[in-house]
């Protein structure tokens, strides 16, 4: 117990405790005197005036007016979206060798995987489209041919894109524009940990499976501290529905239970709903052993509800470059039921998904076994010199509906190793191992998650790209070159492209320059190309294969031009897709009566009985559910290092010596000034040497110097507080001439400056 107060039993008088009720929670001397509105599991009852807003099993919402072929149910007719994929999405493409390479591009925010991670464990929470007719077993078709003679295609062989339709709501499609179904409840409310019926709940907690959930014991299923398999009480066929693929689809009994059935997706997102499983159970071992099952249960179960909106709102939002309106508290009027803009565009964020995942951890964790497992898998286990360390590659076909490696990998350096890598940039190019994927044997489809995304759209009756933004109102784009922010939308007079077929020439795709944090161009025939770009130039503008494809501004589909979209600074998301995010955050937070900060009373009545504070990050969460200390963990571990970009900075860089005629060596003060609001707790300054000085030292900080490039990390305990002032002293050598480095960053905020 963290307060160090004790703890004291109550009692309790529940009404409906799944279905929406008041219980009011009483102790001895006040101890805890709180009214709680228990929260049905499907999301019923939470605006009192309209109980069906935000239910599980309710239509989405829609903003904008429907966009379908015949102006009701057909998918608009626009361009074979593999075709699209293959001219926009592909990240592939030839270096100046010739070599065909996928190229990886990180955020220029540094943010880390967990960025992508969080944002599909919330969409995991609140969107799950359904998926076909009910008493069909295929569901509406709507296959995407693939042309193995275009001269993009990199499957030289008769196959599809399978594709199935999401299942009309009833009564749409008919007279009326077709509409979708959500089957998860639309608030931020642990859906995807409890599951949204009593049915679900009933086989994930402990004790009997008798239907009713409220005889079971207080603590989630979970044997050896894991999520349960599907065979855990016996008979999998029993067991709640989950999806299954890979290996999962010959061997059911093997995916594990969660409450969402997309747990074993990838083993990520399983280790995420496998952490507040485990952190449900640890609140609940916090409370009065006298304290009754159901009870404990549902104050545990409101924590972790707050936790995760907490870890939204503060972490994950700040990260993505979204900031909303204060909260001025619950609004009955907003309705928070899930828009199909944002469930079928602006939360498609697969271009953040980063091939793989890195692990460093001790060797000891793992016996000779898992060795053979994990090079079985291909992790690639590499020993450092000494051999006490060990690190893993997890390639994400390897991660796919894999469950039993995640918890062979062990939970802790699993989640630590999510935030140790920048996740992709949030931009046109996605992943070659979620965009051409071979699903069948012999050869005959293939799975593109960019061309799926884009059907998804049209199956969903989205409007165009300038359509949409007039609904969230944004001014339309008259220009191609004005969606992406480019100097041209024309293709240019190139030897290497076929003129006046060059949207369908194989260069057009090729690599010309890459850049790295500091601005630096890379090499394409080195490493850091593997690792370090933050920004690309294509031989074409992405404007001119845009205009090529869709002949009209207007024609542009949202999902295309969204994507399109240059970022502001400090931002990962265009204009449109902010707009999106924004509007919907703040109507899941306003709309939703038990937001956090609607429900202070009953929180601070339960931290002030028992020590139980929803207010932490992430990072401390994994903490303490895992073997990991906290500062084995970053401050936040939504960017690298924990090195959040501060809003503002100034640097003040002055030579204080130099020795030597002609060369030598001199020494240099450098002032980081924090001129923003918040503190930052973690640092790193990058500069460019670009008159072949070499830094030697340090003081202060630590200097490492790769070529013309600088970065200088601040030691533990060096945070800068807002308005205060850190001093580095560098020591380094000069040649030539010795000017002052052209400019700073802070954890990637450009620095104002000064000498």
Known sequence: MRSGKMRRPFTATAAALLTGGVTVLSGPAGALAAPVDVQSLDGSGNNLRHPDWG??????????????????????????????????????????????????????????????????????????????????????????????????????FPAKVPFTRSAPALGTGVTSPRQQVNTASSYIDAFNVYGGTKQRLDWMREGTVDGDPSNNGARLLMPDGYLPRRDARGDASTAPAMELGGKLVSDPAGAVVAGDMR???????????????????????????????????????????????????????????????????????????????????????????????????????????????????????????????????????????????????????????????????????????????????????????????????????????????????LPPKTSFKAITGESSEDFPSDPELTPGDEINDPDSLDFTR????????????????????????????????????????????????????????????????????????????????????????????????YGIDFRRNLGDIIADNTDLERSELPSTVFYVGGQVPPERCHVAYRVTGQQGSGSGTFTARVQITNTGRRPISEWALRFRYLNGQKVTGARGGTAAQKGTDVTVTGSAGTAIPPGRTRQVEITAGWNGSNPAPDKFTLNTTACSRSG
């Open 514 to 609: 890459l850049t790295n944090l500091f601005g630096t161009d890379l090499d394409m025939r080195d490493e850091a190309a593997l690792t370090d770009p933050v920004a690309f130039t294509r031989r074409t503008p992405l404007a001119a294969r845009l205009k090529a494809i869709y002949g009209s501004v207007d024609n542009v589909e949202a999902y295309a031009g969204m994507l399109a979209e240059p970022h502001a600074p400090g931002e990962e998301l265009g204009e449109l897709e902010k707009a999106i995010w924004t509007r919907e955050f703040q109507r899941l937070r306003d709309g939703d009566r038990f937001f956090y900060g609607n429900q202070m009373r009953t929180l601070n009545a339960i931290k002030k009985a």
């Open 55 to 156: 239910r599980a099993g309710s239509n989405y919402s829609r903003l904008a007016p429907a966009r379908y072929g015949d102006g009701l149910n057909s998918m608009w007719n626009g361009p074979n979206a593999r075709y699209v994929s293959n001219r926009l999405f592909s990240d592939q493409g030839r270096d100046p060798d010739g070599r065909l390479n996928s190229v990886n591009i990180f955020s220029e925010n540094q943010v880390s995987q967990w960025g992508w991670v969080w944002g599909q464990f919330i969409d995991h929470t609140v969107g799950l489209a359904l998926g076909r007719e009910e008493g069909d077993p295929h569901g509406e078709e709507a296959d995407i041919p693939l042309d193995p003679e275009d001269p993009l295609e990199n499957m030289k």
């Open 263 to 473: 747990a074993n997706e990838n083993i990520l997102i399983t280790a995420v709903q496998t952490l507040f499983a485990r952190e449900h159970n640890r609140i609940v071992g916090l409370l009065p052993k006298s304290m009754p099952d159901e009870q404990k249960f549902q104050i545990a179960r409101r924590v972790v509800i707050a936790e995760m909106q907490y870890i939204t709102y503060n972490e994950f939002l700040s990260a993505m470059g979204v900031r909303l309106a204060p909260y001025t508290g619950y609004n009955p009027r907003v309705n928070a039921t899930l828009s199909t803009e944002f469930a079928s565009v602006g939360f498609r964020v697969h271009s953040m998904i980063h091939g793989d995942v890195v692990l460093e951890t001790d060797a000891s964790r793992y016996s000779q076994a898992d060795l053979d497992v994990f090079r079985d898998e291909g992790l690639m286990p590499t020993l450092s010199d000494d051999g006490k360390k060990i690190t893993l590659t997890v390639v994400l076909n390897r991660a796919m509906h894999n469950p039993a490696l995640m918890k062979r990998l062990q939970l802790g350096p699993m989640l630590q190793g999510i935030g140790g890598k920048a996740q992709y940039r949030n931009d046109e190019l996605v992943e070659e191992l979620v965009r051409n994927v071979v699903c069948s044997d012999p050869p005959t489809c293939v799975s593109d998650l960019a061309a799926i995304d884009l059907s998804r759209t049209r199956d969903h009756g989205i409007p165009s790209y300038n359509q949409l933004r007039k609904a969230y109102g």
